[in-house]
């Protein structure tokens, strides 16, 4: 095997006034005089296009974290912002015997103030196309804080596909997401803004016009390469992913592999990434790259506009594979060269949206689940009202109604509260609310979830330092697919099943105390234990730790409670984190490892899982005070006790 590496950076964070649609990228043209797209100052920068950017070296998105499996990792954070408190997340990793650097502010440790320094130390694993970003709140990813992770494996099975690798970084664009996306809109679920304005890929956004030109993605004929496809996104659900011209072959979700399979496009949702190989086997041009955010694709303008949303000016946006050497520049979503006339493609439209989307591929080594678990939870997703009204005083009030819950069935929903100091710190005995912090049993291994959405809004799911198997996956297609827009308008009450196809006993209301809600139309088709079992898979289930539960449905998941920690399992819609869909796994607390001293705090309880040097560093901190205040009483003419 080969030896472990140590791989370390220094990443200053500081704050940049750019052009949010093309944050850092300087496009130069074919000829010296093509500047159209040169990258400018703030004061030659459209006010339009100022974006107040939070960037790690100035860079957007991120440096890319790279080692090998096993490597050992040293990330060192200098916050150099003004005002902001910072934590970085390492979406995907597992943070195996670190668990007190997953990055999680007030659940594994306190921010990073302004000013001050801390080194992330973890083992680089697992393998596969993961990211990191902010966890401080739901805000700071999107103004920058955000870039991709690959870990490599030492024998991959698939090196004989390609020659080389590409990230390919997807994510929708917000040029004020403090104002977008912190706090709800009119409607419950649904943000301040439009659902989306503009996406990009790499850190660029375009429309084909000279200041901002189609991003490109460069090959050369004759080679292949295994697309890393990640979705940093903030707010946008999903996208659509097509290549024209080109097959692609599916070969890892999520950083876990796959058995390979032909697709023509796949349904990415947010924080999910996709490892396609594609050949560049076509003659050369400009293939069109396009991202559909089909949720918002009925929301344009002339279409029916619920209640609380609000027209998106577009929800398809393009790149392009560019072939090197071709410099025929495109301006419309045609490609051009061999591009203008592509080829069609064959294969498989993946999409785990659907029940059927499960069932395409299996991973490269199964795992096979046990019949039944060691402990099931039933989780409910939901809403409590009430609601924001504008002519009620003090309704407007933020964080303070319509509220998101993740949280056992059978109490009361309880929205998240952040804790006062960080939960592993104190093994969540001090400064913690009464909220959903599940004390996994010691001698469990599987644990079992039954996730029900119990609102018409779609939620997309991070479980941190886990893998998770997806056992089962309710199919809503026919009744309550994206293409049936009247299911966001149902009632939990309807007496018919005409349009209602759920069954009367399985309509649960998201908040109990008020089941009226927006006419009743806060609701969930629960999981029925003793009919939908039959439709589960224990044999071959996908392995993921991102999870799209669609409104109004449901998913059952299961993971191993083996890996001690404090685990965040959240919606990852920037909006509903501060409003309260999170919960946190305690997973096997005595076998936790103590908290490092110079791992953040806060708050006013003690640092209970601690290590024994603590207090050799307290004893040298408190010699270092005495000794400055010997010297500050000399200066002024008093004796400092001893």
């Known amino acids: 095997a080969a030896s472990a590496a140590l791989v370390q950076h220094v990443w200053t964070i500081e704050e940049w006034v750019v052009d949010y649609m093309r944050p850092t990228i300087d496009v130069e043209g074919y000829w010296p005089w093509q500047k159209g797209a040169e990258r400018k100052s703030p004061f030659d920068m459209p006010e339009s296009q100022r974006k107040n950017a939070y960037l790690v070296n100035g860079q957007y998105p991120g440096p890319t974290l790279e080692a090998y499996e096993g490597d050992q990792v040293e990330v060192t954070i200098q916050n150099l912002m003004l005002s902001e408190a910072i934590s970085i997340h390492w979406h995907g990793m597992d943070m195996g015997d670190t668990p007190f650097m997953d990055g999680s502010r007030g659940v594994t440790q306190a921010p990073i103030l302004p000013g001050a320094n801390f080194t992330y130390k973890f083992t680089a694993n697992p393998g596969g ?32 596909m390609y020659d080389e690798e590409k990230v390919v970084v997807v994510s929708d664009e917000w040029r004020l997401p403090e104002i977008c996306l912190k706090l709800e809109g009119a409607m419950p679920g649904n943000d301040v803004c439009a659902d989306i304005r503009h996406a990009g890929f790499n850190g660029q956004c375009g429309n084909g016009t000279k200041q901002y030109p189609f991003p490109l993605i460069t090959v050369e004929q004759g080679k292949c390469y295994r697309m890393r496809y990640i979705f940093m996104g903030s707010n946008a659900e999903n996208f659509q992913i097509e290549l024209a011209g080109h097959n692609m072959t599916l070969v890892a979700i999520d950083g876990q592999d796959v058995k390979p ?24 041009g400009n293939y069109l790259i396009n991202a559909t955010y089909d949720y918002a694709c009925n929301l344009k303008k002339g279409d029916f506009i619920p209640p609380g949303f609000s027209a998106v000016p577009a929800c398809s946006f393009y790149g392009f594979l560019n072939y090197k050497g071709w410099t025929e520049t495109p301006t419309t979503p045609k490609g051009t060269g061999g591009g203008a006339h592509p080829k069609p493609v064959s294969g498989e439209r993946f999409d785990l949206t659907l029940a059927k989307g499960w069932h395409l591929t299996e991973p490269l080594h199964p795992e096979e689940t046990p019949d039944e678990p060691d402990v099931r939870y039933v989780i409910n997703m939901g809403l409590l009202g009430p609601e924001y009204d504008a002519k009620k005083p003090g309704s407007q009030e933020p964080l303070d109604h319509g509220r998101w819950y993740m949280d056992l069935e059978g109490i009361y929903p309880r929205p998240w509260v952040n804790p006062t100091s ?17 004390n996994v049993p010691e001698k469990a291994v599987t644990v079992e979830l039954v996730i029900n ?68 139309g806060y609701w969930g088709c629960a999981y029925d234990n003793q009919t939908d079992p039959k439709t589960q898979n224990l044999k071959t289930p996908l392995s993921k730790d991102m999870l799209q539960v669609w409104q109004r449905s449901w998913a059952v998941v299961r993971f191993k409670a083996t890996n001690p920690g404090m685990w965040y399992f959240h919606c990852h819609m920037e909006q509903h984190i501060p409003l309260g869909m999170q919960m946190v796994f305690n997973v096997l607390p005595s076998q936790q490892p103590p908290v490092p001293p110079e791992v953040p705090t806060m708050g006013p309880c003690p640092v209970v899982n601690t290590t024994s040097p603590s207090l050799a560093n307290l004893q040298k901190e408190n010699a270092n005070l005495k000794k400055r205040l010997a010297e500050m009483s000399k200066k002024v003419g008093y004796k400092a006790n001893a």
């Not at 902010?134 to 700071?140: K, N, S, Y």
């Not at 399979?261 to 924080?271: A, E, K, P, R, V």
């Not at 479980?463 to 309710?474: E, L, R, S, T």
């Not at 297609?477 to 049936?484: A, F, N, R, T």
Request: charged share 20%; with cysteine; aromatic share 10%.
């Open 129 to 160: 196309s993961h990211y990191w970003h902010a966890h401080m709140d739901a805000v700071q990813g999107a103004k920058g804080l955000k870039g991709p992770i690959v870990i490599k494996k030492h024998e991959d099975p698939f090196a004989g």
């Open 453 to 520: 959405n119990l609102s018409p809004t779609a939620h997309v799911l991070h479980m941190h330092g886990n893998k998770f198997q997806v056992i089962n996956f309710a199919d809503f297609e026919s009744w309550c697919g994206l293409d049936k827009v009247s299911c966001f308008a149902l009632t939990w009450w309807d007496p018919s099943t005409l349009l209602n196809k759920c069954p009367k006993h399985l309509r649960k209301v998201g908040d109990p105390k008020n089941p009226d809600m927006w006419l009743g």
């Open 261 to 284: 399979i032909q697709i023509t496009s796949f349904n990415m949702h947010l924080g999910e990434r996709y490892d396609v190989v594609v050949c560049a086997n076509q003659e050369p």
């Open 422 to 438: 960080p939960l592993y710190h104190t093994k969540g005995k001090c400064g913690v609310e009464d909220i959903p912090l599940i």
